[in-house]
């Protein structure tokens, strides 16, 4: 692994510099099993390598790729736009977090978008058919394909150059459409396509079929029970409940997920909830979204199909940032109406979600917002004194749903040390941990750091200047990668979830003076 | 490379009717003919781009939310950048075409030594655009004068308030020392910004050099070597009532600057220039995000193979009834 | 909804008014002459300079005249013929161009400049013959 130092010798943000070799171990994911591409009916399955010179692409992929184009330029509206109306003006050149942590111009959005503007301009416009290279359309060569299979796979889906694009112009887009593209000709990567067939099968991303899920509950409660001394209920499958929930699969198998999971639980004690965990429609997250409009709604359907099943009114869901890209902007399109539920109202406070009103799905920092602006909880902010607090907002739940007050207000309320990063690196302007949009897999270990060093570079900065020692978030995989992303750049900052705060500060009726925090540690040092 | 082939593009565009006028005198190919054929190949062109764009659907609620979304009613909203509404879309995208919002969000990223990755505010992007766009749009606006009759009060206004100064007879017009105040910034940016340099085209010269060659020739034409304002207006009146006659000027700068406009308006819609009717377009600009509100549809949505509950519980009920949880079917 | 035709068609529509502006705006005001209808002199017919040159370049010449008469103090000027003017706006020009509003306004109205600063020192003539 590359020091710290060499990584940042590398990069030049004044004089770009094209990376010379492509698929450099630490820098690509590999590629998808071929166990898992046939589950999923995946096209041209094949074991391949991405570092193999041949890729073993179907021999008209050509046609297949220009088709698919086609297909999409029909399909969306963005693609042929935001192909078409760029004036390369390079605001967003600085931006993307993998331009400022690599330097490689390909990673400034502009230019990762012109992979396939150029290809879009050879075949698909006049302009380019004419004149070539003068006006920037190139061949579509197997080249290309590897080329944009390490760029496409460089990009988080996190949507912050669109926010700087005066014609709002969203990479993600982009990469949805090549990833799609890549797809048609079967090349994906491990760490996409072995979540979304683990999700198909058994309900979740990792795999962890009904009778482990119920066992990892009961070990969960157990803990509940050491720490708070109280009786725990963690329902499953319970048809009538009120609400189903449904969280990321990491909070019940991942650290430190797993205390934002015990916080979950303490917190529908607390009140009361009539509801019910699900392990059929166990993950929130939904890996599809990397992979293909297709696989994104062969995975979420399963959602509304077990609230249907089970008969609640309305459903709550956890901790998630691409998870709650999908139900904030796609679930209602691709598998709704839920017209058999009922628009999402606190049985606790008994304030309607209008927000929520047509999707029927309420985001559980919304939820516990609520609970707490109506003092429905009770709360003892001395409990987190251990942790001087700052939030990092997740780009899904920022960038493509506004749910930004919900969270601050949260910590603010259960936490005495709060501070928040620099204002350009916050909300709207967040920047990616370098691991979303599935491409957070060990091989590829050197590209996230790299990619997560402005987020982790703004996480130094509070640590200097306030002594933060905790950044909390509202992401699954946020919560997999900070860890190993601050230990690299920052070191001595922990990650936790909100509800892992809430879980702390919460005081439980009938509880034991509580010694310890979720994590087992002491209260305060 | 990419400057040198936009420059030669130019210098060949101006000897185009710089020996057609004056050498040939073809008056009748480039007072009428270019003009009629590059008015209508923009007017067609701008629509037919326009409706492929829009023959495309929106298949997913996709805004880029720059700001907090509707929520619990006690929770302040951004209603601009979040906008639930479609007023606070109009607003939102008002923002956006007539003062490129998004762009005074523009901050440079620097890496100091030590590893500290800050980020400076840098305005100057949005002030080039914003000369540029403006003093464009209050140029064609003036325009207007030569080929309105009688010219309206607020053509009137504006040409009288743009030449204000009263520097030279006739007045020097500001928007046309700002329009080449941005152009210049615009292209020196090209040329000298390290990240600009290297994601620019040729593409991206050529329409700066072709609207600085139409500034510089409007100067000269109406500084240098004046023209028959008269003449010219009768001439444009002409051809928009179809009743076209050969214009009288014989001014060969004339002719060029015609020329260069003519390009221009050819030229936009099968260029990067459509983005001045592409951004209304833009799907993360223009949606209201209620996406949980409001049921967006998919025209082209199909149905897709699922796993479905029945199909999951086969597998896994023997495992299911060891741990006491609930199914559907006994066996 | 997700696509906009109601909206697409409207801009588009609003694009074509606005594009084709000259079109219906001088069909509608009905005020295009075929030609500008000038009052010109009946006794001269012809300028101090030739007439293209006096309608492209009058206003270096009145300002060229200014300069002269006021801060040079030079009095004459020498014509197209070779004829020697008197340089006086009121005493040259206005007696031949003597109606203002059927000559100067004319032009300047219909290329929509506002008249210079011509009047603000001198007087408009108002009746033949009549100076100050």
Known sequence: MKKAEEILNDVDLQSPKKEEQLFRKGTYCYSAPLKHQNYLGLPNPREWNPADLDWKLPKNWKEIILEGMAKLLKRHRSFRLFLDICVRCGACGDKCHFFLGTGDPNNMPVLRAELIRSVYKRYFTVSGRLFGELVGARELTEDVI????????????????????????????????????????????????????????????????PHAMKETFDFALDEIKDLTGLSVEAPINRKGAEILFVAPSADYFANPHWYTFLGY?????????????????????????????????????????????????????????????VIHQYMDTMNGPADFLEVPVSP????????????????????????????????????????????????????????????????????????????????????CCGSGAGLGADENLEMRLKGGFPRANAVKYVKEKHGVNMVACMCAIDKASLPQLLDYWVSGVEVCGVHELVGNALLMKGEKVREKNLRGEPLTD | MPVLYASL????????????????????????????GAFLIFISGVIYRVIIWAKSPVPFSIPTVCGQAKSLPWIRQ?????????????????????????LLRNEKGRLKTGGRLLFYRNLLLWFGGVLFHWSLFIIIIRHLRLFLEPVPS?????????????????????????????????????????????????????????????????????????????????????????????????????????????????????SKLIHMAGVFFSPTRNLKNSSRMERHINPWDYPVLVHTYEEWEDEFRAAMKDVGLPVEKEN | MVYDKGKVITGLVVFLII??????????????????????????????????????????????????????GIRTYKGLDGKVYRISLTGTCLSCHIDKAGFCDRCHGYSGVKTPKCWDCHNIPKEEGSKV
């Open chain 2, 9 to 36: 593009l130019t210098l060949f565009l101006i000897l185009i009717p710089g020996i057609g006028i004056g050498l040939f005198n073809m008056k009748a190919l480039f007072g009428i003919v270019v003009l009629y």
């Open chain 1, 348 to 431: 606790i406070t008994g304030t309607r979600f209008e927000q929520a009103k047509s999707t029927k799905m309420v985001h559980i920092s919304e939820f516990t917002a609520d609970l707490i602006y109506n003092n429905k909880l009770r709360l003892d902010k001395t409990r987190n004194d251990r942790w001087v607090v700052t939030f990092h907002d997740s780009c899904n739940t920022a960038r493509s749903m506004g749910l930004l007050e919900e969270p601050r207000y949260i910590i603010k309320k259960v936490c005495n040390n709060f501070y928040e990063m620099p204002e350009n690196t916050i909300r709207e302007k967040t920047f």
């Open chain 3, 19 to 72: 594009l084709l502006s000259p079109l219906w705006y001088n069909a509608l005001s009905g005020k295009v002459e075929p030609s500008l209808k000038l009052s010109m002199p009946k006794e001269e017919k012809s300028c101090i300079e030739e007439r293209m040159f006096m309608r492209s370049n009058h206003m270096d010449l009145l300002i060229k005249w200014r300069d002269d008469a006021v801060r040079k």
């Open chain 2, 78 to 102: 951004n209603k601009i950048e979040s906008p639930h509404t479609s007023w606070g879309v109009i607003k939102r995208m008002l923002l956006e075409v007539l003062f490129f919002r998004s």
């Open chain 1, 146 to 209: 590897k080329e944009w299979f390490y760029y496409f796979f460089q990009c988080t889906e996190c949507r912050r150059c669109s926010v700087y694009c005066p014609y709002g112009i969203d990479t993600c887009e982009i990469t949805m459409m090549v990833r799609e593209l890549l797809n048609l000709v079967g090349c994906n990567i491990q760490w996409v396509v072995e979540p979304a067939s683990n999700c198909f099968r058994t309900g979740n991303h990792l795999g962890v079929p």
């Open chain 1, 265 to 325: 639980l303490m917190l529908f004690h607390e009140i009361g909830l009539d509801y019910t965990w699900s392990t059929y429609a166990s993950e929130g997250g939904n890996f599809g979204l990397f992979h293909s409009s297709e696989l994104m709604k062969r995975l979420n359907a399963k959602i509304y199909a077990e609230a249907k099943r089970l008969g609640v009114k309305w459903i709550l869901g956890g901790e998630c940032g691409h998870m709650w890209r």
């Open chain 2, 154 to 270: 607020f053509v009137e206004f504006i040409y009288g308030l743009d030449g204000l100064f009263e520097l030279f007879t006739p007045p020097l017009l500001i928007t046309d020392l700002l329009i080449l105040l941005g152009i210049i910034y615009l292209f020196f940016r090209r040329l000298f910004d390290p990240q600009t340099r290297y994601i620019s085209i040729s593409t991206d010269y050529f329409p700066l050099m072709l609207i600085f060659a139409i500034v510089i020739t409007g100067l000269l034409i109406r500084h240098v070597q004046k023209v028959d304002i008269m003449g010219i207006k009768a001439f444009l009146i002409g051809l928009f009532s179809f009743n076209p006659s050969l214009p009288k000027e014989s001014n060969t700068i004339f002719y060029i600057h015609l020329f260069l406009v003519a390009t221009l308006l050819s030229y936009l819609p099968f």
